[in-house]
């Protein structure tokens, strides 16, 4: 079965500092990769996703992420965080056996003014 | 608001209490979801319905019960829960179980139940 590993369970950084979240799955095959984002009370909401082509996904905010098929990785990256941003930003992959997702335990980011 | 609306926001029932949380969308999607997030755990999935039949069940105690009387509303119904069931559950819909991923592929989700069992 698929499983999603997000390594950083806290990042805390200032504003306009740079951000990468790291994100690997299990499965060898043909995947389809999703960041999903919620913020504080508020409803999680998809940030960006990679089904095939350019492996570099941008999505909504000024996040991308960049799928890495050796090394089973799709990080999360923004360039200049703001404290908006602040949130818990989840993984997700899904398994190509049941066609659900597989959410990875969450990174609970602080961005500090 | 997502178009995945859920209610209550919160409760608070007692062990021997049964309550229901609802789940309602009017996206046209065919897929609905129950999940479970507790803290420090990955978002737990816990019963999928398609087309208003229960396609999964992954191993959720008999205490929680789903019910999808049509393809617009989600239920799930609690009775005696136990502390450790606190969390928050989110329902979550799709526009088909085995969309193609070229098609609008990805979760639609309510802002949860705060669920507090004591």
């Known amino acids: 079965a698929q499983s999603v590993s997000q390594h950083n369970h806290h990042v805390i950084l200032s504003e306009a500092a740079s951000l990468e979240l790291g994100c690997n799955y299990s499965y060898g095959g043909t995947v389809n990769l999703f960041w999903y984002v919620q913020y504080p009370g508020q409803h999680l909401q998809l940030l960006l996703k990679y089904f095939s082509g350019d492996p570099l996904v941008k999505g909504i905010k000024g996040f991308e992420a960049e799928f890495i098929k050796s090394k089973f990785s799709f990080n999360l990256r923004k360039p200049s965080v703001q404290w908006s941003d602040t949130a818990e930003y989840f993984c997700a992959v899904n398994d190509p056996d049941t066609d659900k997702l597989i959410f990875g335990t969450g990174t609970r980011l602080q961005v500090f003014p | 608001e997502t178009g995945v609306t859920q209610t209550p926001r919160h409760l608070v029932m007692g062990m021997t209490n049964k309550k229901s949380l609802k789940c309602e969308q009017h996206l046209g999607h065919n897929a609905m979801y129950w999940y479970k997030q507790s803290a420090k755990k990955p978002l737990e999935l816990m019963f999928v319905?398609?087309?208003?039949?229960?396609?999964e069940n992954n191993s959720v105690p008999s205490r929680f019960s789903p019910e999808c009387p049509n393809s617009s509303h989600l239920f799930l119904h609690l009775h005696t829960l136990q502390p450790e069931d606190s969390a928050l559950y989110l329902c979550a819909s799709s526009q088909d179980l085995t969309s193609r991923p070229e098609e609008n592929y990805g979760y639609t989700f309510g802002s949860g139940t705060r669920l507090t069992v004591v």
């Open positions: 319905y398609s087309l208003e039949e229960r396609v």
